[in-house]
């Protein structure tokens, strides 16, 4: 089987998926700071 795809079409979807694990992991972390946040504020004040 010939693989008959261009470089630019490689360099498209290398920066595509290189962009959405940049931006899943800035959620991550985000997510990962709320979360230690609100472990922290209920540590503080158990009601």
């Known amino acids: 089987m010939v693989n ?11 920066a595509i998926v290189f962009a959405v694990g ?3 992991t800035v959620a991550l972390g985000k997510y990962i700071d709320k979360v230690r ?3 922290q504020t ?5 009601d």
């Open 4 to 14: 008959n795809t261009s470089p630019l079409e490689s360099l498209a979807a290398f």
């Open 22 to 24: 940049i931006v899943s």
């Open 37 to 39: 946040r609100d472990a």
């Open 42 to 46: 209920a540590a503080a004040c158990p």
